[in-house]
């Protein structure tokens, strides 16, 4: 049931992207916002409360229904599931942007691919050359790729698998419901929300966020990172994540930005013209400049991941009913 929710989940995703801006993203912000001004205190623990009111509500909520749903029937917890999975995935989220900048690219439109880069980084790209063009959208694609799809698989599969192998029963029964997809969601929605992004007036009550997050993210990061390796050039993925990715200011991102980049054989990281200067950052990945087909190679590592993991699924499905 797992494989089959996450393939009606990213074709629905596919023809009817969520907008990441408004409705349910919206709203979910603006509770975020609601619980930081009543419980920002300016201390930690304050922040451990806070992170507590915003994300096992929903937690719960997402369980809970497709517990109650299950006693009805299967299906309307399946359909519960594939409904859960729809609002926690986007794939269409960093795909249309990243498919955006490579059309533009690709005819030449250098100005229009800067402008389109710069909502999708948050950030300036305006004096970005076209090699650094390509750069930076490949790094947003193959963070994207992890957080709005891998992550969310890895803890909608694990989280079952951990839990509601071991527990039999009804209480089983509620611990293998869509609740891991949405956990790493809102981990994500908060370490940025108050940790990255959250200013001076957040550091101390956004620090567990941030710490929270990295916790739930440890074993996805190292799952994609794994999966980029096996679907692209593995000794090469391997030796830039063993021997580049602690020296990136994230080392986690570090490891998905320097397998993907060894895997389809690219360097990213390095010198980016902004602000009226040059920025300099670690080497990641091996061989040549960013260009237009590494662009290209990019979206193809990803499907082929995307594809790897889904036949896994497939299998540990098949080794379950076997069992």
Known sequence: M?????VVALLLEQFRPMNPSGGVFAAYGRYADAVA???NAGKRQHGVLGWLMAVLPWVVLANLGFYLLHEVNVLLAWAWTVGVLYLTMGFRQFSHAFSAVLEALRAGRFDEARALLSPWRQDAADEFT????AKISIEQGLMGAHGHVFGVIAWFVFLPAVFGSLVPGPLGTLLSGPAGAVLYRLSTVLGERWGAGGGD???AFGSFARDAFRVLDWLPTRLTALSFAIVGDFEDAVY?????AAGWLDPQAGIILASGAGAIGVRLGETLHAHGTVSFRPELG????ASLEHMQSAVGLIWRSLVLWLLLIG???IASWVG
């Open 130 to 133: 076209q090699s650094e063009i």
């Open 240 to 244: 830039c994540w063993r021997s580049q």
């Open 201 to 203: 007036a957040l550091a």
């Open 315 to 317: 299998l540990m499905t």
């Open 286 to 289: 091996l061989g040549e400049e």
């Open 37 to 39: 001004r009543n419980f």
């Open 2 to 6: 797992a494989l089959l929710s996450l």
